[in-house]
Protein backbone atom coordinates (compact mmCIF):
# COMPACT_ATOMS: atom_id res chain seq x y z
CA UNK A 1 0.00 0.00 0.00
CA UNK A 2 1.36 3.46 -1.44
CA UNK A 3 -0.03 6.97 -0.07
CA UNK A 4 0.93 9.46 -1.87
CA UNK A 5 -0.20 13.70 -0.58
CA UNK A 6 0.97 16.56 -3.05
CA UNK A 7 1.34 20.06 -1.69
CA UNK A 8 2.86 23.29 -3.24
CA UNK A 9 -0.36 24.25 -5.38
CA UNK A 10 -1.11 28.07 -5.45
CA UNK A 11 -2.10 31.26 -7.64
CA UNK A 12 0.12 32.19 -9.60
CA UNK A 13 0.55 34.98 -12.71
CA UNK A 14 1.13 33.80 -16.31
CA UNK A 15 4.18 33.22 -16.77
CA UNK A 16 5.32 32.44 -13.72
CA UNK A 17 6.24 29.04 -12.09
CA UNK A 18 5.82 26.56 -9.22
CA UNK A 19 6.63 23.37 -7.86
CA UNK A 20 4.75 20.71 -7.06
CA UNK A 21 5.82 18.15 -4.34
CA UNK A 22 4.51 14.68 -3.69
CA UNK A 23 5.28 12.65 -0.83
CA UNK A 24 5.00 8.73 -0.71
CA UNK A 25 4.71 6.67 2.00
CA UNK A 26 6.21 3.26 1.82
CA UNK A 27 9.48 1.33 1.51
CA UNK A 28 9.30 0.21 -2.12
CA UNK A 29 8.54 3.70 -3.19
CA UNK A 30 11.58 2.70 -5.83
CA UNK A 31 9.51 0.31 -7.12
CA UNK A 32 6.68 2.38 -8.34
CA UNK A 33 6.37 4.35 -11.66
CA UNK A 34 4.82 7.77 -10.55
CA UNK A 35 2.92 9.95 -12.74
CA UNK A 36 1.19 13.57 -12.37
CA UNK A 37 -2.47 14.27 -13.75
CA UNK A 38 -4.94 17.46 -13.70
CA UNK A 39 -8.29 17.70 -13.63
CA UNK A 40 -9.98 21.10 -15.22
CA UNK A 41 -13.73 22.20 -13.86
CA UNK A 42 -15.61 20.36 -16.30
CA UNK A 43 -12.89 18.20 -17.67
CA UNK A 44 -11.49 14.86 -17.52
CA UNK A 45 -8.64 14.06 -15.73
CA UNK A 46 -5.75 14.41 -17.74
CA UNK A 47 -2.05 13.14 -18.37
CA UNK A 48 0.69 15.71 -17.65
CA UNK A 49 3.91 14.00 -17.03
CA UNK A 50 5.31 10.22 -15.95
CA UNK A 51 8.54 9.30 -14.60
CA UNK A 52 9.97 5.64 -14.28
CA UNK A 53 11.11 4.08 -11.31
CA UNK A 54 14.62 4.79 -11.67
CA UNK A 55 13.92 8.02 -12.50
CA UNK A 56 16.18 7.55 -16.16
CA UNK A 57 13.23 7.94 -18.37
CA UNK A 58 9.90 10.82 -18.45
CA UNK A 59 7.55 10.93 -20.34
CA UNK A 60 5.60 14.66 -20.88
CA UNK A 61 1.72 15.68 -22.68
CA UNK A 62 2.50 17.86 -25.55
CA UNK A 63 0.77 20.87 -23.82
CA UNK A 64 4.00 20.81 -21.25
CA UNK A 65 6.79 19.77 -22.81
CA UNK A 66 9.75 22.51 -22.70
CA UNK A 67 7.86 23.84 -19.50
CA UNK A 68 7.38 21.04 -16.95
CA UNK A 69 9.93 18.78 -15.44
CA UNK A 70 9.20 15.82 -13.35
CA UNK A 71 12.03 14.40 -10.97
CA UNK A 72 12.16 12.59 -8.01
CA UNK A 73 14.36 11.10 -5.15
CA UNK A 74 13.63 8.13 -4.24
CA UNK A 75 15.79 8.32 -1.16
CA UNK A 76 13.59 10.75 0.11
CA UNK A 77 10.18 9.11 -1.43
CA UNK A 78 9.22 12.34 -3.20
CA UNK A 79 8.25 13.09 -6.77
CA UNK A 80 8.48 16.80 -8.26
CA UNK A 81 7.25 18.79 -10.60
CA UNK A 82 8.77 22.24 -12.34
CA UNK A 83 6.00 23.77 -13.88
CA UNK A 84 7.51 27.44 -15.71
CA UNK A 85 6.30 29.55 -17.96
CA UNK A 86 2.23 28.98 -16.24
CA UNK A 87 -0.53 29.56 -18.85
CA UNK A 88 -4.34 29.72 -17.61
CA UNK A 89 -4.91 27.13 -19.35
CA UNK A 90 -2.47 25.04 -16.75
CA UNK A 91 -4.95 25.72 -13.85
CA UNK A 92 -6.77 22.41 -12.62
CA UNK A 93 -6.49 20.19 -9.70
CA UNK A 94 -3.19 18.72 -9.87
CA UNK A 95 -2.90 14.59 -8.73
CA UNK A 96 0.31 12.50 -7.92
CA UNK A 97 -0.26 9.14 -8.75
CA UNK A 98 1.90 5.72 -8.26
CA UNK A 99 1.51 2.42 -10.11
CA UNK A 100 3.48 -0.67 -9.48
CA UNK A 101 5.85 -1.20 -12.34
CA UNK A 102 9.18 0.23 -13.69
CA UNK A 103 7.68 1.39 -16.95
CA UNK A 104 6.05 4.75 -18.21
CA UNK A 105 2.56 5.17 -18.69
CA UNK A 106 0.24 7.26 -19.43
CA UNK A 107 -2.74 6.15 -18.72
CA UNK A 108 -4.86 6.09 -15.63
CA UNK A 109 -5.41 2.56 -15.23
CA UNK A 110 -2.10 1.93 -14.96
CA UNK A 111 -1.73 3.76 -12.11
CA UNK A 112 -2.80 2.01 -8.38
CA UNK A 113 -2.96 5.17 -5.66
CA UNK A 114 -3.65 8.26 -5.95
CA UNK A 115 -3.31 11.83 -3.95
CA UNK A 116 -6.12 14.15 -3.30
CA UNK A 117 -4.70 17.07 -5.54
CA UNK A 118 -3.30 20.31 -5.22
CA UNK A 119 -5.43 23.95 -6.73
CA UNK A 120 -2.19 25.50 -9.11
CA UNK A 121 -4.80 28.79 -10.43
CA UNK A 122 -3.05 30.38 -13.23
CA UNK A 123 -4.31 34.20 -13.86
CA UNK A 124 -4.19 35.79 -17.07
Known amino acids: QVQVVESGGGLVQAGGSLRLSCAASGRTFSRYRMGWFRQAPGKERDFVAAISWSGGTTNYADSVKGRFAISRENAKNTVYMQMNGLKPEDTAVYYC?????????????????WGQGTQVTVSS
Open 97 to 113: AAGEGSGLSSKRYNYDY
